[in-house]
């Protein structure tokens, strides 16, 4: 290896991110290092700014500077409604929408049995409690977690234990997306999309 | 925008990367977080140093912790054979085929005059000068830029400032690589195969 140890321990490390194989990892360390010190400087202080500054929130769980969060302290928000993901990127996302007023609640994840990713590590307790403390204030929950093996499991397990107390439990709806076309769809969205059928 | 400020600063850094797109800047973003403080220590330290550690070598411009770089300070490489390359990547890929063994040149990226990329922004000014100050110690000087339109161009410059100095010029054979079909080989390789056949 003709690479000084330093720049091979830096390739080692971006290769832990999701998606970077050893040779992009190669590609990006190499970057960094031609760039120049502001170039690294840049990068690092975000990291360390991030690391120190971001938290998640206690109430929703969500990532957030400020505990309680944003959304969770915004009185214009419906807290009557709170729509469960199963991480940061999908509130932004349906933030993006504009299409829910109401609160959030960001589990670590989705359940997945084949890897040994149960309730508990997913945060299902934190979740139950909060509806549960709510008294009756939380009146429906919205299952948004991905419609996925992982995410059916989850909205599963969830329903089951989220029923007994008292709450609607809705899940997103399934069907065609925005701009598809027909003969594209695999057979799953096309039999979602039948089944869930609209009177017009 | 619903994420926190440091987390858009720490998207907007990872954006610069090379191949990383707005998507993936999210996705790297959030899974550095997620994983909490030991994950990103471990990036942030490797980051800092690289940067502190890593220099060029003085003499022959590769990436080194010692100046003048092991590869350079090796009495048993055939200094009368100076093999020149575009970056760091290319020795360790030249390196790793162990068919030279003679010294390296790297220069800082390839000639690009569409983007403005001049000569001397690359560095020909030293390498010249090490062919020269050699007095006579450098009999060959293997141009071995990538076979594009900046690495040619990068050729034909070196080639032409070379040759007045009193060093055999050469550059990589060009042909079908190992493993190929030629059945789904571009024009060029096909054209560049037969000009360079050879009796066998």
């Keep these: 290896m003709s ?4 720049l091979v321990k830096l390739i080692e490390e971006l290769r832990k991110l999701p998606g970077v194989g050893p ?10 290092i031609l760039s120049g010190k502001p170039a690294i400087d840049g990068l690092v202080s975000s990291l360390v ?4 500054r971001i938290r998640r929130c206690s109430i929703c769980g969500n990532l957030t500077e400020a505990d309680p969060c944003p959304l969770c302290k915004d009185p214009r928000r419906d ?9 940061p990127q999908d509130v932004a996302a349906i ?8 609160l959030y609640h960001v589990l670590r994840g989705a359940i997945a049995p084949m890897d040994g990713v149960g309730p508990e590590d997913v945060g299902t307790d934190e979740l139950l409690r909060r509806v549960r403390d709510s008294k009756g204030k939380i ?15 989850t909205a599963v397990y969830l329903s089951k234990e989220l029923k007994p107390l008292g709450v609607i439990v809705t899940r997103l709806a399934r069907g065609l997306p925005q ?7 695999d057979d799953i969205t096309l039999i979602k999309a039948l089944e869930g059928r609209r009177e017009i």
């Excluded at 690479?3 to 330093?6: D, G, N, V």
């Excluded at 807290?79 to 991480?87: D, I, R, T």
């Excluded at 933030?95 to 109401?102: D, V």
């Excluded at 948004?144 to 995410?151: I, L, Q």
């Design 95 to 102: 933030e993006r929408s504009g299409g829910f007023k109401g």
């Design 23 to 32: 040779k992009s990892a190669q590609r990006l360390a190499l970057h960094l």
């Design 139 to 153: 009146k429906e929950v919205i299952l948004a977690t991905n419609p996925d093996v992982e995410g059916e499991a």
């Design 79 to 87: 807290g009557s409604v709170l729509c469960v993901v199963a991480s």
């Design 49 to 52: 700014a991030a690391r120190d």
């Design 179 to 185: 701009g598809a076309e027909i003969d594209y769809q």
């Design 3 to 6: 690479f000084p140890e330093p």
